[in-house]
């Protein structure tokens, strides 16, 4: 049976979500303050223009955004250490850095990566679980309906099919990605979607301007100082 009937209704309106194992149910009964911070990220997020039309680099200012959110609240970004032990021989079995961890519970944003990032989040979650190390985890990415507002700022081509979006993530879940670990996992929708206006998107240029300029100046620093 389904335990999606615990997401608030006002999340399923502004996110499609979906849930693997129960993993809603999970977080209500086992992880109810992690539960509540999800909650509270999601429901104070808005998809402003003035960061769609920027972008951000290498991480965008969307997850970075929603990341900052997790932080404020407690949340780490975290590594850990693991290995595999046979007959008193341990081998190295390393994971990647979860964005965001607390508790036992494990939050990744996939904004606008190449799809093969939703395989390695999985393949993390299951190893991760069968260790104990987490009891859920929860995936945050963007919904294909989002195109349209794409391609009406200019940015359509920034956002192909073969990137992280929610129709390319369910396939990798139901083919068995995530093992046993229960996942659950949000669409940013249209409904998010906010026109912050003309003075906002300046600002924000202005200040990316200025994050570049810093970069430079300090790597010319560094090769000064080698």
């Known amino acids: 049976m389904s335990t999606l ?5 006002d999340l399923r309106d502004s996110y499609h979500v979906k849930e693997w ?3 809603a149910g999970v977080l209500a009964t086992a992880c109810p303050a992690e539960w509540q911070d999800v909650q509270d990220v999601l429901r104070g997020f808005r ?3 003035s960061e769609v039309v ?3 680099g290498n ?3 969307v997850s970075r ?3 900052s959110a997790f932080y404020a609240r407690g949340w780490q970004e975290k590594g850990f250490a693991t290995s595999i032990s046979v007959d008193h021989q341990s081998y190295d079995s390393p994971t990647h850095a979860v964005d965001c961890l607390k508790g036992g519970v494990a939050v990744e944003m996939e904004w606008n990566n190449k799809d093969p990032f939703f395989d390695r989040d999985l393949n993390n979650f299951r190893l991760l679980f069968d260790l104990r190390a987490i009891q859920v985890g929860i995936i945050i990415t963007r919904s294909w309906e989002l195109q349209a507002i794409f391609k009406s700022l200019g940015k359509g081509d920034s956002y192909g099919k073969a990137t992280t979006h929610h129709e390319r ?3 990798k879940i139901e083919g068995g990605g995530g093992g046993g ?3 659950l996992t949000f669409a940013i929708r249209p409904a998010t979607f906010e026109d912050d206006g003309p003075e906002a998107l300046a600002a924000l240029q202005a200040r990316m301007a200025a994050e570049k300029k810093a970069r430079g100046a300090g790597r010319h620093r560094h090769a000064d100082e080698e």
Do not use: M, T, Y
């Not at 009937?5 to 209704?9: F, Y």
């Open 5 to 9: 009937h615990l997401v608030p209704d």
């Open 21 to 23: 194992r129960n993993a």
């Open 47 to 49: 998809l402003l223009k």
């Open 54 to 56: 920027v972008g951000g």
């Open 59 to 61: 991480r965008s200012l």
């Open 65 to 67: 955004r929603i990341d």
């Open 169 to 171: 993530l369910w396939p």
């Open 181 to 183: 670990c229960p996942v």
